[in-house]
């Protein structure tokens, strides 16, 4: 089966920096998405990785270990916009075009 | 922005009632989804059309569900006899490629149907 676990809540400060797992199995894999969805607005794609390692794209990069079925988003010089929550996705079935989602992790950026 | 409208973007309707949900995506993307947010859930996959070939019904809860695609454009969810637990955000996805096997979904603004 597919499963997709991420913390529920986090909080961080304003200009600091902010990790967010996101733990997977999938049977079979093709790659994690991330998105970004602010309160009463539809879900905006962050980053897809496929290849281990790290890819930095401007104060959000994503990290992928295919072999512990783990991910983090990082989030640099947190601003308050930055408030939103944040999901974890994976394609399954076959031709890997469907998402399962995780619940999401909701952080919440203060002063 | 993405390239998909929805409407309505807001429906309530009483319990037992039909409501249709459309999904307007600009032409030119075979690949289309539909997902739904239940309050404080992760999006659940309910369909998927691409191109001319027969959609991946799966994720579809039960058979009040049910959804089309004219000319592979625009689309419509329809729930039959509507239950309280059909209230949710029914989300509308195209695909495009980002180069690999697996597209990159890009999402409509949602409709929230609320079902008293």
């Known amino acids: 089966g597919q499963n997709i676990d991420q913390p529920t809540e986090m909080t961080a400060t304003e200009g600091a920096i902010v990790q967010i797992n996101c733990t997977y199995q999938t049977s079979g894999f093709n790659g994690l998405f991330w998105y970004q969805q602010h309160a009463g607005e539809a879900p905006t794609f962050l980053s897809y990785n496929v290849l281990d390692g790290l890819e930095e794209k401007g104060r959000f990069s994503s990290f992928l270990s295919r072999s512990k079925g783990y991910s983090y988003l990082l989030l640099k010089e947190l601003q308050m916009k930055d408030s939103a929550s944040y999901l974890c996705?994976?394609?399954f079935g076959s031709g890997y075009n469907k998402l399962i989602f995780g619940a999401g992790t909701r952080l919440a950026v203060h002063p | 922005g993405a390239g998909v409208s929805q409407s309505p973007s807001n429906k309530v309707t009483e319990k037992g009632k039909d409501v249709e949900l459309r999904c307007d995506p600009i032409s030119g993307h075979t690949a289309l989804y539909w997902y739904r947010q239940s309050l404080g859930q992760g999006l659940e996959f309910l369909i998927y059309?691409?191109?001319?070939?027969?959609?991946?019904k799966s994720g579809l809860p039960s058979d009040r569900f049910s959804a089309e695609r004219t000319g592979g454009s625009v689309s419509t969810l329809t729930i039959q006899r509507t239950q309280q637990e059909d209230s949710a955000v029914y989300l509308c996805a195209i695909g495009r490629s980002g180069g690999g096997s697996t597209d990159t979904q890009y999402f409509g603004p949602g409709t929230r149907l609320t079902v008293l």
């Open positions: 059309f691409q191109g001319n070939s027969a959609p991946d």
């Open positions: 996705a994976a394609p």
